[in-house]
């Protein structure tokens, strides 16, 4: 090629990179924030960003692009526990739920870290200047030890007004029945979506289902544990609500992981030997992802800001830290793009945004 012809096409390569550039560039996710592990990500009445930083336990708010640390937890963190969810009210009162070695729950800002995870919790916290003070022990836990596992730990206040909790079943990859059986089993909260009062210390909502179904959904069982909302799950620990108040779970499955729109008293399938996206009934999973995608974050936008993407279900992948959307009028599921890389921890939708988290920041997409 002579400089002349390398000259002309160069040029042309550089005008067309320069049009392509603003548009996709657009489109990609902007960072907001560098963090590690930041989970249960949410937005208060303020619209500030409030999440969780995982392993170490603290409750953080973003204000002018910067760190607030409002409570910091004494979580037992590994790979999978620690710090899991936050929600929050418009008087400012903020719900955590986390993993602790210390049985019973006791107040979290005191006592320390550990591996060892003896229970899920949830404490909820009222503002104290700029800080936030433990108030009091909303849900606790206690399970056998030794367990790293399936921890879920989701937590959001949902349009009723009930504080709703993901319970995984502790499952352990070595014994196929363990947690399979837990999340069969009514008289405890493991392989759950709770669905709680959030101003009482273990107390079932008013209104809860009395029973679940089996695991086909032919006949009712009776529940005990009456926190229980819907049984038979391995490990849903994302969710949020659609336009109609129908509720989207994600269950991260062994080997196929499965979008469900839950219902109270449904069972969805999860029993021994293993049992991912299978489910009967009301408790079939509306859609079934390839081996180990591992559904991180759900966000339903619900603001008219959010133009033609309002009333979708957005989910991210952990395998790939991308988000997919799925629309549910056209029943058709498609990767959002811009969000490479950007997404494979925590989702929450705010006005025209998609907030998301991956192990290294916070980033936020436009929505359109
Ligand atoms: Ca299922």
């Not at 800002?109 to 009222?126: H, M, P, Y």
């Not at 081996?291 to 009333?311: E, N």
């Amino acid at each position: 090629m002579t400089s002349r012809g390398c000259a002309r096409l160069c040029a042309t390569a550089l005008i067309l990179f320069t049009l392509l550039l603003p548009a996709s560039a657009e489109a990609r996710a902007q960072k907001l924030l560098s963090t590690s592990a930041a989970v249960g990500l949410t937005i208060d009445s303020r619209g500030r960003l409030l999440y969780g930083e995982k392993t170490r336990g603290e409750i953080v708010r973003v204000e002018g692009g910067k760190k607030h640390v409002l409570a910091r937890l004494a979580v037992s963190s590994n790979i999978e526990p620690g710090l899991l969810g936050i929600a929050t009210n418009k008087k400012g009162y903020v719900w955590a739920s986390y993993t602790t070695s210390q049985a019973g729950c006791p107040d979290p800002t005191r006592g320390s870290s550990s591996i060892l995870v003896n229970a899920i919790c949830v404490w909820r916290f009222k503002p104290s200047g700029s800080r936030l003070k433990p108030d009091k022990l909303i849900v606790s836990t206690g399970h056998p030890t030794g367990w790293r596992t399936h921890f879920g730990g989701g937590l959001h206040l949902g349009p009723d007004g009930a504080l709703y909790l993901g319970v995984g079943d502790l499952g352990d990859n070595d014994s196929p029945s363990i947690g399979p059986n837990r999340s069969q089993d009514l008289t405890e909260p493991f392989g759950k979506i709770l669905r709680i009062d959030p101003n009482r210390t273990n107390r079932a909502a008013a209104g809860n289902p009395t029973t679940c179904g089996d695991a086909a959904n032919g006949r009712q069982r009776r529940i005990v544990d009456r926190r229980i909302y819907a049984c038979g799950f391995r490990n849903p620990y994302s969710f949020d609500w659609d336009l109609a108040g129908r509720l989207w779970v994600a269950d991260v499955g062994d080997k196929c992981d499965e979008i469900n729109v839950v219902k109270p008293g449904v069972n969805f399938g999860w029993q021994p030997p293993r049992t991912d996206c299978a489910g009967t009934g009301a408790g079939s999973p509306i859609l079934r992802l390839d081996q180990s995608a591992t559904p991180s974050g759900v966000a339903i936008p619900k603001s008219p800001a959010a133009g033609a993407s309002r009333g979708d279900v957005f989910f991210g992948i952990f395998r790939d830290s991308l988000i997919k959307r799925y629309d549910i009028r056209a029943k058709k599921l498609s990767t959002l793009p811009g969000a490479n890389g950007r997404a494979g921890w925590s989702l929450v939708a705010a006005d025209q945004y998609l907030y998301m988290s991956n192990g290294e920041m916070i980033s936020r997409l436009t929505l359109r």
